[in-house]
């Protein structure tokens, strides 16, 4: 009897022990499963919102290139005719680009190897619902054009909310001339952080008086490690900042006032800011 009882000792402890190891198991599914909804299903979802231009719900709101890579994020919106778009961005200190040419091409090499100034440098094509960018402005930094802020713009919305064009831009900062990780080609490398180039644009044009107000939208979602086309890395909030230009016949405000965000969207933000800092 003693024998059969120190014989059966071990065996409880060893189903005592699966039962541990099972309970362990089923716990870490279901938080694996708790954080998976959340993190992909629960939390994308709830910090959408498109309450100030809801027919841009279900947009991509990533540029392509001509390979049909992902290219850079849509970061920055405009309410607007393009007349009042092109005339505001000339007011903020930004000027139109040049198309690419030869002649164009040949112009950016000299203005980048001898330092030499060129404003209206060109942009290389991005696409957007199938289209070429249909206006894009640069602003210089320093003098040649290995430095710059640049933004692309493409007419999504002939009436959006307010009864009027909406423009959906791509906005980033050129930090100098290299090799496309992808194909080998010449050409620009951006700074990581686009939200600080789209809050530098959004200034520029607040300061110009031309700004009735300010909102956001979502955009490419609140991203760690995204890669554009020629494999640049970016970082963002997700957002897209917006300024609706003054109509024909009426005057911005100064500064504009800015709408405000659904409170989870608010907190998202304030946690990214916290966390870039």
């Known amino acids: 009897m003693n024998e059969q009882l120190a014989g059966a000792s071990p065996v409880r402890r060893e189903r005592k022990r699966r039962n541990v190891v099972r309970r362990l198991a089923l716990a870490f599914g279901a938080v694996?499963?708790?954080?998976?909804?959340?993190?992909y299903l629960l939390l994308p979802f709830a910090l959408r919102h498109y309450e100030h231009q809801e027919a841009l719900d279900g947009l991509e709101m990533v540029t392509r290139t001509a390979d049909g890579l992902a290219g850079d994020?849509?970061?920055?919106g405009i309410v607007g005719s393009r007349e009042e778009l092109v005339t505001a961005m000339a007011a903020a200190g930004w000027?139109?680009?040049?198309?690419?040419?030869?002649?164009?091409?040949?112009?950016?090499?000299?203005?980048?190897?001898?330092?030499?100034?060129?404003r209206d440098a060109p942009v290389s094509p991005l696409f957007y619902q199938g289209r070429q960018q249909d206006l894009a402005f640069e602003k210089a930094v320093g003098r040649s054009a290995d430095?710059?802020?640049?933004?692309?713009?493409?007419?999504?919305?002939?009436?959006?909310?307010?009864?009027r064009p909406v423009w959906l831009g791509s906005a980033s900062f050129d930090v100098?001339?290299?090799?496309?990780?992808?194909?080998?080609?010449?050409?620009?490398?951006?700074?990581?952080?686009?939200?600080?180039?789209?809050?530098?644009?959004?200034?520029?044009?607040?300061a110009t008086g031309r700004v009735a107000e300010v909102y956001e939208v979502t955009g490419v979602g609140l991203t760690l490690n995204g890669r554009n086309g020629e494999g640049d890395r970016y970082y963002?909030?997700?957002?897209?900042?917006?300024?609706?230009?003054?109509?024909?016949?009426?005057?911005?405000?100064?500064?504009?006032?800015?709408l405000?965000?659904?409170?989870?969207?608010?907190?998202?933000?304030?946690?990214?800011?916290?966390?870039?800092?």
């Open 32 to 39: 694996a499963v708790f954080w998976a909804g959340v993190s």
């Open 73 to 76: 994020p849509l970061n920055v």
């Open 95 to 118: 000027s139109p680009a040049d198309p690419v040419t030869l002649r164009t091409s040949i112009e950016i090499v000299g203005s980048v190897v001898f330092d030499r100034a060129y």
């Open 147 to 163: 430095r710059r802020q640049h933004v692309r713009f493409w007419n999504v919305l002939a009436k959006g909310a307010e009864g």
């Open 176 to 206: 100098g001339v290299g090799l496309s990780h992808y194909t080998g080609a010449v050409t620009h490398a951006i700074s990581p952080d686009v939200d600080a180039m789209r809050d530098a644009l959004s200034a520029d044009l607040a």
């Open 236 to 258: 963002t909030d997700g957002e897209v900042r917006f300024s609706v230009l003054a109509g024909a016949g009426k005057t911005g405000r100064q500064p504009p006032p800015v």
């Open 260 to 277: 405000p965000n659904p409170p989870l969207v608010d907190l998202k933000n304030a946690l990214w800011q916290a966390a870039s800092d």
